[in-house]
């Protein structure tokens, strides 16, 4: 009778561990049946964010080229002076045009693991002062200074010259776009150890919050508020600069604060000793 009440009370025990059991994954499951749900929308919202702001983005330049084209091969004669201003206006939002349509193929490549890279040996002094050398005359315009920090030898790296010199230009447009007039953008460079060399761009600029860090440097992420917002572009240039030193086998990171400027920083495998 003992043994029978003993193994009543065990069975009893066995299946209400099996319901709690149950209970519990079942909860899991809802838990994460909603946290997949909760970051799908957001990343829909993202993208519809995005997707406005690039409407905008897209039209700025397209109305600029039909306007001036029309107003060029129209019945009224233009003076040569004003029809060369145009044509100026004209070809620059071409460009810039094309450098959007550029961002987002990009995007489009590396989301869908289709993105190669050309890589070969080069001096990494080399790409950095290229880089610095593209956009030090955008910096001028706003009265920024320029410091290019880089010791007298660096390693060769083993990369795609023409996107990892785009990393540190957009890096480097950034700065320049957040950084109020008179301010500073420093480009510096040093050894980590005997593998890695790591690379940053320094500006005294707006900052961000921790919770703007993290939207920053997602695909389709708009950093929203007032002083931010406040300055055009597709907010792709971040999310390609990470994407593109991942690819390169480094790592990319931002630290910033909100009124104390920003540093981004990557890290890339040195493929030589510096030479």
């Known amino acids: 009778m003992a043994a029978g ?14 319901d709690m059991g149950q209970c519990v994954s079942r909860q899991r499951g809802e838990r ?9 929308a957001l990343a829909s919202r993202a993208k519809s964010e995005f997707l ?13 080229i039909i306007g001036f084209s029309d107003i060029i091969a129209g019945k009224v004669s233009l003076p040569q002076e004003r029809a060369v201003e145009y044509a100026g206006l004209i070809n620059d939002a071409g460009k810039h045009l094309l450098s959007i349509i550029s961002d987002i193929l990009d995007v489009a490549k590396i ?11 080069h001096p990494l002094r080399d790409i950095l002062v290229s880089a610095a050398s593209l956009v030090e005359h955008h910096l001028s315009e706003k009265h920024q200074t320029l410091a290019v920090v880089l010791p007298d030898r660096l390693p060769m790296v083993r990369a795609d010259a023409r996107r990892l010199k785009q990393v540190v230009i957009n890096l480097l447009s950034n700065a320049h776009k957040f950084t109020p007039n008179g301010g500073s953008v420093t480009l510096a460079a040093a050894s980590v150890d005997s593998r890695y ?11 961000m919050s921790p919770e703007q860090v993290q939207i920053a440097l997602k695909a389709f992420g708009q950093v929203r508020g007032g002083s931010t917002r406040a300055h055009e572009g597709t907010g ?5 600069a990470k994407a593109l030193v ?14 104390r400027g920003t540093t981004v920083a990557f890290t890339i495998p040195a493929e030589e000793p510096p030479r």
């Not at 994460?32 to 799908?40: D, F, K, P, S, V």
């Not at 869908?112 to 890279?117: D, I, N, R």
């Not at 991942?246 to 009124?259: F, I, K, N, T, Y």
């Open 52 to 64: 406005a702001n690039m409407s905008h983005e897209l039209r700025t330049p397209l109305n600029a």
């Open 197 to 207: 060399i790591a690379v940053s761009v320094r500006d005294t600029g707006i900052g």
């Open 32 to 40: 994460a049946l909603r946290a997949a749900a909760m970051e799908q």
């Open 246 to 259: 991942e690819q390169h086998g480094g790592r990319l990171w931002l630290d910033s604060a909100e009124g």
């Open 236 to 240: 792709l240039g971040l999310p390609i």
């Open 111 to 121: 989301e869908s693991g289709t993105f190669e890279l050309d890589l070969e040996l």
């Open 5 to 18: 009440s003993r193994q009543g009370r065990t069975s009893l025990l066995s299946r209400y561990t099996f």
